[in-house]
């Protein structure tokens, strides 16, 4: 996984659309979308291109090894959103 939405997130779908491969899920026109708290970054989808971080508003997009410390389950939050 090269990039992690944290908890943070306010799903204002900016990421998505900056998104070229559509690693950023749910869409707003998911069923799952009103069910979750947060968008998450498909582990074995991100191209590690960045894209999104710039774009989001919140900076709740951070590469993987830079995660801060007291945020660090969101790495598996992403992940299990796509188990």
Known sequence: MAHVIVNTCTKDN?????????????????AKYAGVPQLYINPNECLDCGACVGVCPTNSIFPVDEVPADKADAVAANAAFFA
């Open 14 to 30: 900016l990421c998505i659309d900056a998104c070229p491969n559509g690693s950023i899920q749910p869409a707003a026109d998911d």
